[in-house]
């Protein structure tokens, strides 16, 4: 039996808009690029949770700083002349303040104008952000994780991977499209993962997460369940998780991205993002 509780504790950060510039591009397989910023904006940044979601706001000309917004409260106001780029949630995968820099891992996908940003950044290219808004830290009891995502959810389940103190239960289910998309997860915890590949599956694949942790036996106590991307497969991972009887505040479950409709993260709540 595990908890009803909610182990989740919200923490909220004053609204910032930063402009930054890339310091380096580092691809990591050959659809997910890691790109470094870095600025004195950086300053004062904070991301407390793994799975803190960072707005980025891609200019049109990479090189141009002219369109920066101001900010009233905790909104972005842009100019007629300088209207609103494209933008997207994204996960802070580092941040070094010593260094002063940020990393974010970009899926390669091809087709957005974020991803299109990101697969030909140089350094000196300039890019919005604002946030984190929010960080949800885990502050109460959890015996066990279970991380599942696909490419979009990988920097954050990484990260939380890399942060687990030592020893902690972890099983971790990530789908990406073949084995070079697989990456070196670093992790001190007691850690089973499982990499499940899109191509050459037979079937539906938005079945492929909840099917592989369909396998799986759960360990005993308290767990903590999140997942995270595409919107129709997060979909049946939630399905399958209540089936077995994991209570809905004992889990994190949010769709990234949705197949064939773009901006899909400005359809997620505020207060969910
Ligand atoms: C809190 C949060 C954190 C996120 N963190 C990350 C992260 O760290 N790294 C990351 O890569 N993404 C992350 N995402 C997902 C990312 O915001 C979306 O994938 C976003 O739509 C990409 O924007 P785009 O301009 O490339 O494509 P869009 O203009 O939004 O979409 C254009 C087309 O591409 C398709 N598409 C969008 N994303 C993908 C994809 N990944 N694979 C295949 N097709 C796609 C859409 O269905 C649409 O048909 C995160 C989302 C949220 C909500």
Redesign the pocket.
Known sequence: MTSTESPIQAVTHPFVFRLLQVRRSTWLTPH?VRITLEGDALDGFRSDAA???ARLF?PPDPTDASWVPTVEGTQVVFSDEHPKP?N????P?RYDPVAGELD????V?G??????WAANAKPGHYLGISGPRRSRVIAGNVDWYLLAG???????IARRLEELPAGTPAIAVLEVANAEEEQPIESEADLQLIWVHRDGAAGDISDLLANAISTLTFPEGDVFAWA?G?ASSIKAVRRHLVDRGIPLPRMRM?G??????????HH?PVEE?
Do not use: Q
């Not at 997207?88 to 996960?91: A, D, F, G, L, S």
């Not at 974010?104 to 899926?107: C, G, K, N, Q």
């Open positions: 997910m799975d803190d979601g891609f494209p997207h949630e994204y996960t995968r974010i891992d970009f899926v996908h087709e957005g104008p974020a991803s299109n696909d490419d979009t959810g990988l920097p954050s995270a595409e949010t990234y991205w949705k197949r064939s409709i773009p901006d899909w993260d997620i993002s």
